[in-house]
């Protein structure tokens, strides 16, 4: 079963991705981890990505669809859960033909609805574990003990480049222009599923939980 969750910038796509991973063993691929992740390595495409991140503008269809095709190809697991693409109509068709070519479908797209206002007061609190991805916020989540994991006790707690104000308003424009219109296209294929992001974290996990069935 293939899933994307789709949704504006602190929607909490990535918190509902990493619960299906625990608890369905399917697999997250999240272009915006892939995209840090080459960025903290150094490599050239790193670096060529880091500042239209920072700035909160869109990275190219072509090195997300890239990024994507070389993990499709890798992983495997009960489903891949797509967090973070795709993100434009362009990312949508190159998505259906990588999973038709391994033979396989989308099964469901859950869109993730927020609204604007509570998404600047979640990203601007926003820190996670850089060991074990687990999520924080500073007024809603805080950690028991300042500066250590709940989850696993790594001290290496962080915050985004890009989850300020500034940035923040760039994101939502963009996914207003470029992604939203992604709604429409698979409520039209008879694939979407909403659910309210704005419900307890619980909540949230068990109406997509009805979903997937
Ligand atoms: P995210 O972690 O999903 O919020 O992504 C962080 C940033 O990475 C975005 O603001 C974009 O700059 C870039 N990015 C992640 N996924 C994509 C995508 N599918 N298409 C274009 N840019 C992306």
Redesign the pocket.
């Known amino acids: 079963m293939n899933i994307i969750l789709l949704g504006p ?1 602190g929607a909490g ?2 918190t509902q991705a990493r619960h299906l991973v625990e608890t369905r063993g399917m697999v997250q691929l ?4 892939m ?2 992740d080459a960025k903290a390595s150094g490599s050239d495409m790193g670096k060529k ?1 880091s500042a ?2 920072e ?7 072509e ?2 669809i890239g990024l994507i095709e070389e993990r499709l190809n890798a992983e495997q697991g009960a489903g891949f859960i797509f ?6 109509l362009a ?1 949508a068709d190159a998505l259906a033909a990588l999973l038709a070519k391994l033979g396989q479908s989308l099964h469901t797209v859950i869109e993730m609805r927020v609204d604007d206002e509570a998404l600047v007061a979640r990203i601007t609190g926003r820190f996670t574990c850089g060991s074990c991805g687990e999520v924080y916020h500073d007024k809603t989540k805080p950690t028991a003990v300042e500066g250590t994991c709940d989850n696993c006790g790594s001290t290496e707690l962080k915050r ?1 480049a ?1 989850d300020n104000e500034n ?1 923040l308003r760039t ?1 939502l424009m ?1 996914y207003y222009k470029k992604t939203s219109p992604l709604i429409g296209y698979y409520y039209a294929k008879g694939d979407l599923r909403p659910v309210n992001g704005l419900a307890e974290i619980d909540e949230v996990k068990a109406s997509i939980g009805a979903i997937l069935g």
């Not at 999240?30 to 981890?33: F, K, Q, V």
């Not at 700035?55 to 190219?60: E, F, K, P, S, Y």
């Open positions: 910038p796509k990535g999240s272009t915006g981890d995209l840090r990505v239209i991140m700035a909160g503008q869109l990275v190219t269809d090195i997300v967090d973070g693409f795709p993100r434009t990312q985004r890009d940035s994101r963009e």
